[in-house]
């Protein structure tokens, strides 16, 4: 059977990128080993440890900045996270400072905002009713 273990978003700075999925996120800390110039640093909820990981990538390659910004122009989430009251994790994480693009919208079957990674993403937050 396919599983996902680890999933990746794209970051400007791998230090900074740690500061906010851990610090405003509420993420922890899963892998953080040497890989060249960078790290192997991913991040999982700290509601199931053992789960999906996330790789704070570094965004190096060619690609990456571009594509980034594309999505980032247009709008476009980078990736979504679950969350079980899209309102309430708005509230919470205004408080923290973290600039939302889109703040909770019903859209029928789900519940979705949009905010600012400070790496160069836009994350959707969902909630299904």
């Not at 999925?21 to 440890?49: C, H, M, Q």
């Not at 996330?54 to 476009?76: R, T």
Request: hydrophobic share 45%; charged share 25%.
């Amino acid at each position: 059977m396919i599983r996902i273990n680890i999933t990746s978003v794209f970051v400007d700075d791998q230090a900074k990128a740690l500061d906010f999925y851990t610090e405003k996120l509420g993420f922890i800390k899963k892998n953080d080993v040497p890989a060249g110039d960078a790290r192997w640093l991913t991040v999982v909820s700290p509601a199931n440890p053992d789960g999906v990981e996330l790789l704070l990538e570094p965004d190096g390659h060619p690609a990456a900045k571009p594509f980034k910004k594309a999505l980032a122009d247009d709008g476009i989430p980078f990736t979504q996270f679950a969350v079980d009251d899209v309102y309430t994790e708005v509230e919470r994480l205004k408080g923290l400072g973290v600039e939302f693009t889109q703040d909770a919208v019903d859209m029928g079957p789900v519940v979705t905002a949009v905010f600012d990674d400070t790496c160069g993403n836009l994350i959707q937050l969902a909630t299904m009713k």
